[in-house]
């Protein structure tokens, strides 16, 4: 029982991870339709800008955190502010492409900034483990958990109360509507960018100290995230969260009762009978990425 | 082999591929031959070697320092007028830790660069994904991970003493010694896990030891604590962790989470003042263990350690820790000597690679690691001499002499 009870807490401590990169994905999915494919990359640079504030230039932790969401906030409002809008045909494949090549030129830029090993950071809280009934977690991954549920709550009354989010969701309902009440899509679009990135920034310098970050690690955070808004369903909140912790769930269990090698190949090949099955993920809220 | 195979979609066009690469082919053994054929090594001024080490990605702890080590030494030989008077001409390549990459930086560097030999890679899965494109080419290649290949490529060499003997016999031997009756096992997927996985399976099948379960997980993962709670759960009292590089700070991490002090022994290339410096936060209390070599506590070798041996070990430390400041490692011992036997082999048999496989198995060669004695049938070439080291949390003295075998027995079968 209390490895099963260990195999729960890890998947979930790992899903929270998951959901929060998911949150990320989905922002720019539901205000663009955009699938960024360098929002892996936003967690990286997070990550890795908090260790290398503190561990090269001895930052207080708390400021380099700060500073790291920013960074990685401004960088994603630069890429479609300053990439995305310029390309002439604003076609889903043309942005998605452009999108794919963002994220190589930031791993390499990364690479070229941070070098190339794995740095990382301590936390804010302590890193001895608790240990609840014979089960053992992080105090970080607490933090993170409890930093997840404040995100998706803040979202959802950021996208129902305030002006703001409700002129975003606007500009995703009727672009040409917007424009008549004067919201302008292509700067509301610009802003979901900014809040993946800061969603994005945030995931990085909650993992940095529990796993560490280097210039290559954003790409596997940001699939799994990916991962985890289908298992939802893309386009909903609720749904990425509960995609992210069934797919640590998933991970854990697979990795505790089946052989672990395998663990990779259980959770893509549910992925695939997920999309052929419940193409609108889970829940059965999400939009469908590709129409026939 | 992954990198090498034709795409299905270019059969259609091979014929036209083959006649196009004839063409190109009889047009470059013509440039050859109006060249003297002579370029291969470069001039007889210049020695040429070819680097491809993991700058970057998962081994890049151990290809870092790698390539600062052979850079350090080339920089200091030609400053003093060059290896026995030629200058050494350097050509580096990332293979980012990616065995498709290495195959095809490896392609270019040899076409491009036409090296006496290669120096590379750090780990086994870029080895092994280079060494056809070596072997076609009839270039040397020396790799300076574990890496055993059983002696069907005369080019190809590995600069760790005998794969069993490190990984099994020192192991095997170290874990007796604590008095260890069951432990476990976790690794990587990839093929440097795989071979881990293939040595402890020797291990316990050598020594009689209970085995609590062997973990694999793809290199990719994150958290490990799932499979570590498995082998927890099945009485472990050891580990051998099959990984090196990053993947020793995700189950070390994952040991954190669990608050589960046992001791963990890990392979030769995890063995680096980079690891010790990735993981300083992250040591059980029961200590992090490895096969060390004499380098690293080049100034706490035991009185009945062999005598030159020592002295080798002394005189690399003394450059690369006393002159140059950096810690005692490893790797860095593995470079240095795969550097030096590569030069002295192209000074005195040329860059022809016949003319040097020749030379590499018919001379000694002293080490700061070993004394290598390379063979028809086994290039590998050394014996280990039986040290454990402890891995430190003080990076300037990242390692503690931990244990001594100088009559290890033999546990492989082999």
């Known amino acids: ?292 | 082999m992954k990198g090498t195979a034709m795409p299905r979609y270019l059969r259609a066009k091979h014929r036209t591929v083959v006649a196009g690469l004839t063409a190109v082919a009889a047009a470059a053994a013509l440039t050859a031959c109006g060249s003297g054929g002579s370029s291969a090594g470069g001039s007889t001024s210049d020695i040429k070697l070819g680097v491809v080490l993991s700058q970057t990605g998962a081994q890049s702890s151990l290809g870092a320092t790698e390539l600062k080590t052979i850079q350090a030494f080339v920089d200091q030989y030609n400053k003093q007028g060059g290896y026995k008077g030629r200058q050494i001409d350097l050509k580096v390549s990332d293979d980012q830790s990616d065995p498709a990459h290495a195959v095809d930086v490896t392609r270019a560097m040899l076409q491009s660069f036409h090296p006496a030999a290669v120096i590379g890679s750090s780990s086994t899965a870029t080895c092994y994904a280079m060494e056809p494109v070596t072997e076609a080419a009839k270039v040397v290649q020396y790799c300076i991970s574990g890496a055993p290949l059983a002696p069907r490529d005369p080019y190809y060499f590995s600069a760790l003493g005998q794969t069993d003997r490190v990984l099994v016999d020192t192991a095997a031997t170290w874990m007796l010694d604590k008095k260890f009756t069951k432990v476990g096992f976790i690794g990587t997927s990839d093929a440097s896990g795989q071979l881990y996985q293939t040595e402890y399976g020797k291990l316990i099948q050598g020594t009689g030891l209970q085995d609590a379960g062997q973990q694999v997980y793809s290199p990719s993962t994150t958290d490990v604590t799932a499979q570590l709670t498995r082998l927890r759960s099945a009485g472990a009292q050891a580990l051998y962790l099959g990984t090196s590089g990053s993947g020793v700070v995700t189950t070390l991490t994952g040991l954190k989470q669990l608050g589960w002090n046992v001791p963990v022994y890990v392979g030769e290339g995890s063995v680096s003042s980079l690891t010790v410096k990735a993981i300083s936060g992250l040591l059980p209390e029961a200590g992090v263990y490895g096969p060390g070599e004499a380098p690293e506590v080049f100034d706490q070798l035991p009185s009945n350690f062999p005598a030159g041996s020592a002295t080798a070990a002394k005189q690399f430390a003394k450059t690369w820790v006393t002159d140059l400041g950096n810690p005692p490692d490893w790797d860095a011992a593995a470079a240095y000597d795969t550097l030096n036997i590569l030069l002295e082999t192209v000074a005195a048999a040329g860059p022809e690679a016949d003319k040097m496989v020749s030379y590499m198995t018919s001379h000694q060669f002293t080490g700061s690691l070993f004394t290598y004695k390379f063979t028809d049938v086994d290039h590998r070439g050394s014996d280990y001499l039986g040290l454990v080291v402890r891995f430190t949390s003080n990076p300037a003295a990242p390692f503690k002499l931990d244990a001594f075998y100088p009559d290890m027995k033999t546990y492989s079968g082999s």
């Open chain 1, 1 to 292: 029982m209390n490895d099963f009870m260990q195999f729960t807490i890890g998947g979930l401590a790992i899903g929270a991870v998951y959901s929060l990169v998911a949150l990320g994905w989905t922002i720019v999915i539901d205000v663009s339709g955009i699938v960024n494919l360098a929002q892996g990359e936003m967690v990286m640079i997070g990550g890795l800008t908090t260790a290398y504030l503190v561990g090269e230039h001895h930052w207080p932790l708390a400021l380099a955190m700060v500073v790291a969401i920013l960074a990685s906030g401004v960088v994603s409002g630069l890429l479609d502010w300053g990439v995305l809008r310029r390309i002439p045909s604003q076609r889903p494949t043309s942005l998605i492409l452009g999108t794919i090549g963002a994220s190589l030129l930031l791993r390499e830029v990364a690479r070229l900034a941070f070098g190339s090993d794995t740095l990382y950071a301590n936390s804010l809280v302590s890193s001895s483990p608790l240990h609840l009934g014979g089960v053992s977690v992080l105090p970080q991954q607490v933090l993170l958990a409890g930093v997840l549920i404040v995100v998706a709550g803040g979202l959802a009354v950021f996208f129902r109360a305030t002006r703001m989010g409700r002129a975003m969701q606007a500009s995703v309902q009727s672009a040409i509507g917007a424009r008549v009440v004067g919201i302008n899509p292509a700067n509301m679009r610009t802003l979901a960018f900014i809040g993946s990135g800061l969603l994005g920034g945030l995931a990085g310098v909650l993992v940095v100290p529990l796993f560490g970050m280097s210039w290559d690690s954003g790409t596997m955070l940001g699939l799994n995230g990916f991962v985890a808004a289908v298992f939802g369903g893309v386009g909903s909140y609720p749904a990425a969260v509960v995609g992210g912790l069934l797919l640590g769930l998933i991970h854990g269990y697979s990795a505790g009762y089946l052989p672990t090698a395998y663990t990779d190949v259980i959770t893509l090949s549910l992925l695939i009978v997920l999309l052929l099955a419940r193409p609108s993920g889970l829940s059965g809220r999400g939009r469908e990425l590709v129409r026939a």
